[in-house]
């Protein structure tokens, strides 16, 4: 007994480590095609269906999807109304698995093939040319995920076998709604245990088709792992904000919705399907087809019957959860232990936060400005320790940031991804030097004040049009971090660097001139110099940026 519970468990990791290795090297062939569906594919309700069905149909697990979709909310790549069709996508997407478990694994023996399969990946692995090494990886996993499976079918053992395994099964079955809902229960708990929606369809499969099931009761669990699929996606908007929990919020509706007319509606439902489907669904050999079709039918209906609903979703789940105040409500899930592993997408995810950063630094720039401009000393203090906060953001989430794209780059991602880590990676430090020196120009506008070291209105009206080229330079490296940097961009970049390099050189031989020439207060001119100083390193910073992006595209 214990070592067919081992051969069961190894089964099934070879069938997950398949799904892993075929899914990353999916996600490694489409690559940016990818992120752009992400990026494009949302405007509406049905295009965002469609790129939930997509992406599953990649990453093999509609939990790892909802769980990315949330992340990207948080991230506010995507609206909570954009999500809302994604999610019925991804539920419709998990369908997939089960026809092609169903299909090759039930109605056609792929042990012949699976062998020969890895057979012919291996030397497509170790190809130098990365399209082919990914194309070897995915056929690699294809083979080991089915020669799981063939594992899995061959150590479950009949039922008939184990008297006593029988008569508990026999005991839950035929009950009427009590059955109903202990099968939804297991189907369910068994999904949150596992954490993949395929595995534990392919579980369900190997249990019907070894007789331990029947078909009712097969459809009960499939309803419950709808539910469990929903647990993984809301444990981690735990720690986002408060559109992330919404959009967990609203999977877990739409799949509760379904459960609720499914149990009512069961025996008619399972019937209609039995119905509809070729064969007799007792047969063992028929059961996977029933069920995979029963999985398809749902979750067709259901999102038939709340696609014309998705405002209205959004809107409940809006008042459902309330928008939290202070930092905390930008929470970054970048720490959750819950983020799926899928790389290729979550690079986009990196680029939003890389991007709130240089937002960060733009606000600590015009801060000084303010601060620096202003002739009223009131609240001062309170001002600093605002802009204080901010460079503290900013440090926090160049952290965060630099800790997720080194866990990203440790997965499995194509070179062109790898060569956008590594940019970013520089784009991230760069950025957290320039809000250094935005907060030391913020320091130097609060010691002006403080220390009444004032200048000349001339002097002050240079300083506002110097950092207008700094800014100006801000914007044009924030715009790129993720359209991309061209050739004309990048003469535009050292036109604009040059500019700020011989503008500072200039008022600095104008700042030492007064000061030789009319006894300026030497203090004053020597803050005034160290204010030009540190807006030339940002235009010094701004084009590293622009470098790194260039080399990264």
């Not at 992120?35 to 093999?60: A, D, E, K, P, Y």
């Amino acid at each position: 007994m214990l070592g067919t519970i081992f051969t069961i468990l190894g089964s099934l990791g070879l069938f997950l480590f398949g799904m892993k290795v075929m899914s990353e090297a999916l996600q490694k062939l489409s690559g940016e095609k990818l992120r752009g569906m992400m990026r494009s594919m949302t405007s509406n309700r049905f295009l965002g269906l469609g790129t939930g069905l997509g992406i599953t149909c990649l990453v093999q697990s509609s939990s790892a999807t909802t769980v990315m979709i949330v992340s990207f909310v948080n991230a506010s790549l995507l609206t909570v109304t954009e999500s809302i069709g994604m999610i019925m996508g991804a539920n419709l997407g998990t369908t997939t698995t089960f026809w092609m478990v169903s299909f090759l694994g039930f109605k056609f023996s792929m042990s012949k093939l699976a062998l020969p399969l890895i057979g012919l990946a291996l030397p497509l692995i170790f190809s130098n040319r990365p399209k082919l090494r990914d194309t070897g990886e995915f056929i690699m996993g294809f083979g080991i995920l089915f020669l799981g499976l063939m594992f899995l079918k061959d150590s479950v053992p009949d039922i008939r076998q184990s008297p006593e395994i029988l008569e508990f099964v026999q005991n839950y079955t035929g009950r009427g709604i009590i059955s109903v809902l202990f099968f939804f229960a297991f189907g369910t708990i068994l999904t949150v245990i596992v954490q993949s929606s395929s595995v534990a369809g392919a579980i369900t499969l190997t249990m019907a088709y070894k007789g331990w099931i029947d078909y009712p009761s097969a459809c009960a669990i499939i309803i419950g792992e709808n539910v469990g699929t929903t647990i993984t996606a809301n444990i981690a908007a735990m720690g986002g904000n408060a559109n992330a929990k919404r959009a967990a919020l609203a999977h877990f509706i739409f799949n509760i919705f379904g459960v609720v007319w499914a149990v009512i509606l069961f025996n008619p439902f399972v019937n209609f399907v039995d119905m509809i489907m070729p064969g007799n669904a007792g047969d063992s050999h028929n059961i996977p087809h029933h069920m995979a079709a029963f999985h398809s039918i749902f979750n067709l209906i259901n999102i038939g019957l709340l696609i014309g609903f998705v405002p209205q979703i959004a809107k409940l789940v809006e008042k459902l959860v309330g928008q939290r105040k202070g930092p905390a409500a930008d929470h970054v899930l970048h720490g959750s232990p819950f983020l799926p592993q899928t790389g290729e997408l979550n690079i986009a995810e990196a680029e939003r936060d890389v991007e709130r950063m240089g937002k960060l630094t733009r606000d600590l720039m015009t801060g000084f400005l303010e601060l620096f401009h202003t002739t009223t000393k009131e609240d001062l203090g309170i001002r600093v320790k605002d802009f204080k906060k901010l460079e503290k953001e900013s440090d926090r989430l160049a952290i965060e940031t630099t800790s997720y794209l080194l866990k990203v780059s440790a997965s499995s991602v194509s070179r062109e991804s790898m060569l956008k880590i590594t940019a970013m990676l520089r784009v991230v430090a760069e950025l957290e030097d320039i809000c250094d020196c935005a907060y030391r120009l913020v320091m130097l506008a609060e010691r002006k004040h403080r220390k009444k070291r004032e200048l000349p209105p001339e002097t002050a009206n240079q300083v506002q049009n110097f950092s207008d080229i700094v800014l100006q330079f801000m914007d044009f490296y924030s715009a790129r971090i993720s359209r991309g940097v061209a050739t004309p961009d990048m003469e535009t970049a050292y036109q604009l660097e040059n500019s700020i390099d011989r503008f500072r050189k200039s008022l600095r031989k104008e700042s030492m001139r007064r000061m030789t020439a009319s006894g300026e207060s030497v203090k004053a001119e020597m803050l005034y110099i160290d204010v030009l100083n540190n807006m030339e390193s940002i235009g010094n910073h701004s084009l590293n940026i622009l470098q790194a992006l260039r080399h990264r595209d």
